[in-house]
């Protein structure tokens, strides 16, 4: 075997999603540290060649992210298997919602789950930052039901013509609907361009007016701050002989895997998301740390908490013209700030306009066959009416052995372990699932009847959505994995950033939450650097 390769630096982030660039350009941009980033995956497709890449995936169907997972690096139930610069930010959604003031406070508030040990008012300045960051625009809701110290960094994408009927028959049933704020551009922002509006977000917006972490990446790299490694696998962390401090990590160059490869820090941060993060610290036991690092209280891995959703198709009583922005929605918060409540039941809603109806269908609402002129004349008439869709994501409070753990029975290309992921309700939450759903029914219902339409169909997902927790924060080390500013307690040097630090998923999508919580997390690391 080959000499060792040793690489030094001030500061070494594992991981290259959206948490680790915006935790980086903090720390790059504050302080004089080095900084060496350490990706599993392979460089992302440049933004220059997505545009051909988007056609090939409309002709043939190919893969418009090429080499975007490692083969071997997989989990059974994982949401996404995005492993490259960038992460699954690379093609997310860009939806940026904040949480609630309640999400911080469930167990005072309401009786159920766990506080966390920050509140909405220590993270608000950071949600502010993040936004400016990625580029967000948005309309603040009520004030009463979107707090914020700030306005958006760019007014909101505009609604289109069929969003705004569809605000109009919303809000018939006396609740405020607004625009979801997005990480796209509704200006010119960030040297960016302003979205277009055209539909080609999925998979790929081709002009990059939607946030991706590249664009970060980039502006480090140009500039000399960050050394980026892909292709090198991190496979454990080693503390100091007899002491509790990380010396170093040990990864596998997937070019030259006869050359071991070893970081040297003063500070570890572990951005490996959700399943990733706590994987590393439980492959990294030693006969000091029998259980893994940062393990003493037995919570690496446990409280993975994600959310549900139930779906309606609504068929309303005016015409839609599908095909502008589609992606983009109507949301309110009046749900997820419900005030006091006899039974926690907390979600967000959301409206889009929806292409069920007006698409061509083989059979009718009896089950029969459709062709030809039949087929022709019913599409016609269900086209003169428009479809919404509506959603609600409500929260679920994680079990303690909702959890990733190591799989022996299956392991990496280099012998390692893969992740074994459960995500299990708690008993509380599990009994509030059957009444929450029903509630969440019959508030579809009252809009039909106070808006007018008809109500075709509801789902109930079963899919636990935006994924987090696995190293939560707490108090001390009796609740937690790491301290409410993301430093292990049992490591002073060693911190998680993002989701596998957060107590619970709240009722809306997570990004803009991870991203503000590495931001904090960022800022005690910029302290310790000093």
Request: glycine share 8%.
């Amino acid at each position: 075997m080959s000499t060792r390769r040793v690489i030094e630096s001030d500061v070494c982030i594992i991981g290259s999603g959206i948490t680790a660039a915006m935790a980086a350009a903090r720390l790059a941009e504050n302080t004089r540290a080095s900084i060496v980033v350490v990706e599993a995956g392979d460089e992302t497709v440049p933004l220059e060649a997505r545009a051909s890449l988007r056609q090939r995936y409309i002709d043939y169907d190919e893969n418009p992210w090429q080499h975007d997972h490692v083969d071997g690096l997989e989990a059974a139930g994982i949401q996404s298997r995005s492993m490259q610069v960038g992460g699954q930010a690379m093609h997310w959604g860009a939806v940026t919602p904040r949480f609630s003031p309640e999400d911080f406070r469930v167990r005072s508030l309401y009786g159920i789950g766990e506080d966390w040990p920050i509140t909405y008012h220590d993270l608000e300045p950071f949600y502010a930052e993040a936004e400016e960051r990625l580029g967000v625009a948005g309309e603040a809701g009520p004030a009463e039901l979107d707090p914020r110290s700030k306005p958006f960094p760019m007014p909101a994408i505009p609604l289109s013509y069929n969003l705004t009927l569809l605000k109009e028959w919303a809000e018939k049933s006396g609740t405020p609907f607004w625009s979801q704020p997005s990480a796209k551009n509704s200006v010119a922002y960030g040297d960016r361009p302003p979205c277009c509006r055209s539909d080609t977000c999925s998979p790929v917006c081709p002009i990059g007016a939607k946030y991706s972490p590249d664009f970060t990446w980039n502006a480090l790299r140009t500039a000399g701050r960050v050394q980026l490694m892909p292709r090198t696998v991190v496979r454990k962390l080693v503390h100091v002989s007899g002491g509790d401090r990380i010396d170093h990590a040990v990864a596998t160059d997937r070019d030259r895997a006869d050359v071991p490869v070893e970081f040297r820090a003063r500070v570890f941060v572990l951005a490996g998301g959700y399943v990733w993060s706590p994987h590393l610290l439980l492959l990294s036991a030693s006969a000091r740390f029998p259980d893994g690092l940062a393990n003493r209280s037995g919570l690496v891995g446990k409280y993975m908490a994600g959310h549900r959703s139930v779906s309606a198709q609504v068929r309303v009583p005016f015409r839609l013209y599908p095909g502008m922005n589609v992606q983009h929605s109507l949301v309110t918060k009046r749900f997820m700030r419900p005030g006091k409540l006899d039974r926690y039941i907390r979600h967000d809603l959301r409206v889009w306009e929806s292409a069920a109806g007006g698409e061509p269908r083989l059979r009718d609402d009896e089950g029969r066959v459709l062709m030809g002129d039949a087929l022709l004349a019913d599409w016609r008439t269900r086209s003169e009416r428009g479809s919404a869709r509506l959603r609600a994501y409500y929260d679920v409070m994680p079990a303690r052995d909702s959890e990733v753990t190591l799989d022996n029975a299956r392991r990496s290309p280099w012998g390692d372990p893969l992740p074994r992921i459960r995500l299990r309700d708690s008993d509380a939450s599990a009994a509030l699932r059957a009444p929450t759903e029903a509630n969440i029914e019959s508030l579809f219902g009252e809009m039909v009847r106070a808006a007018g339409g008809e109500l075709m169909n509801v789902s109930h997902g079963n899919f636990q959505d935006h994924p987090c927790g696995g190293c939560r924060m707490g108090s001390d080390a009796s609740n937690g994995v790491c301290d409410a500013h993301g430093r292990t307690f049992q490591h002073d040097n060693l911190f998680v950033i993002g989701a596998p630090t957060c107590v619970t998923a709240s009722c809306a999508n997570g990004t803009l939450t991870f991203v503000a919580v590495s931001l904090r997390q960022a800022a005690e690391i910029e302290r310790t650097l000093g």
